[in-house]
């Protein structure tokens, strides 16, 4: 491959329980490079405190940052903030752990690099989980063309700066027209006032999968398809599923060449069909139960923070 590329991921805390399959599926494309910034032990070790000096001497600025989702909004200056780590590749990106990749150099190839200078997963906004830029001056200072991302650096609110501030319509709106209307100047917004004057040349196209698009994939060593229309597809996102107790996510220490998803869950080619399916379909029952019980004590947990405050 002739542009090289790297991905990168902002993260705090323990990793989640899907973590294996985003790592084997980093594994599976071997050209392109991760860095996962994290504040544990692993990888590259980066504190929030450690994040935050960086980010003041890379920008120039006085940041806030408490962690969490505000990680969020930092993501369309990494090419500035990690420049360091960043310098020798051609392209930059970011990504999240709730994914569990195809072939991306199918997707994110030579001809498409050579003719943008970013790329977007989603048509409608700059998609949090998965944006690449031109690792050049115009690239790595995109944000700072939005009028509000000093406002946005300098305040603890999470403002989805690196999306489209919750401004979900995918319309092209001025500057000025989204400032009357007491919003922040986007990510999305900024770059697509940069097309409208012919200085950004830009990608954006729904690639992937997702909640709530019909659920029926199938990994095939490396790459996906959707099974609905025989479709390659990007990669899957978790952004929905992660969260519902009835769908089973297996832990598995590396990837199946081949294994489906479904809309109970995912499963390895022998638990589709047959007596296999009747196998899987018992453990995911002990996984909702499990799922059931965290729920009820959850609601208990809450209720009676409740009543501590009421009395």
Not at 15 to 20: G, I, L, R, V, W
Not at 50 to 56: E, G, I, P, Q
Not at 163 to 181: L, M, V, Y
Not at 286 to 292: A, E, K, M, R, V
């Amino acid at each position: 491959m002739k542009n090289t590329i790297c991905l990168v991921v902002l993260y705090s805390g323990p990793f989640p329980s899907y973590f294996d399959l985003f790592i084997n599926s980093c594994k599976r494309n071997p050209t392109v490079n991760f860095i996962i910034f994290c504040d544990n032990i692993q990888y590259i070790k980066l504190s929030i405190s450690d994040f935050k000096t960086l980010a003041n001497k890379k920008l120039g600025l006085k940041v806030v940052i408490n962690g969490g989702w505000k990680y969020n909004d930092f993501k369309p200056a990494i090419g500035k903030i990690f420049n360091d780590y960043l310098s020798h590749y051609d392209f930059w990106g970011w990504c999240d752990l709730d994914i569990i990749f195809g072939d991306i150099r199918e997707f994110i190839n030579d001809a498409l690099l050579e003719k943008y200078d970013f790329i977007s997963t989603k048509e409608k906004w700059t998609a949090g989980h998965f944006c690449l830029f031109k690792n050049n001056e115009l690239g790595n200072s995109i944000f700072e063309q939005s009028p509000d991302f000093t406002q946005v650096y300098q305040n603890p609110e999470y403002f989805a700066f690196e999306e489209c501030a919750q401004q979900w319509s995918g319309d092209a709106k001025t500057f000025n027209k989204i400032r009357s209307e007491g919003k922040i100047v986007s990510l999305y917004h900024t770059i697509r006032h940069m097309q409208s004057e012919n200085k950004l040349r830009i990608y954006m196209k729904n690639i992937i999968r997702e909640y709530p698009q019909t659920i029926n994939y199938k990994y095939n060593n490396g790459k996906w398809i959707d099974l609905n229309n025989n479709e390659s597809f990007f990669y899957y996102h978790l952004i929905v599923v992660k969260k519902i107790w009835r769908f089973y996510i297996p832990k598995w220490k590396s990837l199946p060449n081949i294994f489906y998803i479904t809309p109970l869950g995912i499963c390895k080619s022998y638990e589709y069909s047959g007596i296999g399916k009747v196998w899987w379909l018992g453990k995911r029952s002990i996984f909702c139960l499990s799922g059931i019980i965290k729920s009820i004590k959850k609601q208990k947990m809450n209720a009676s923070t409740i009543s501590k405050k009421l009395f």
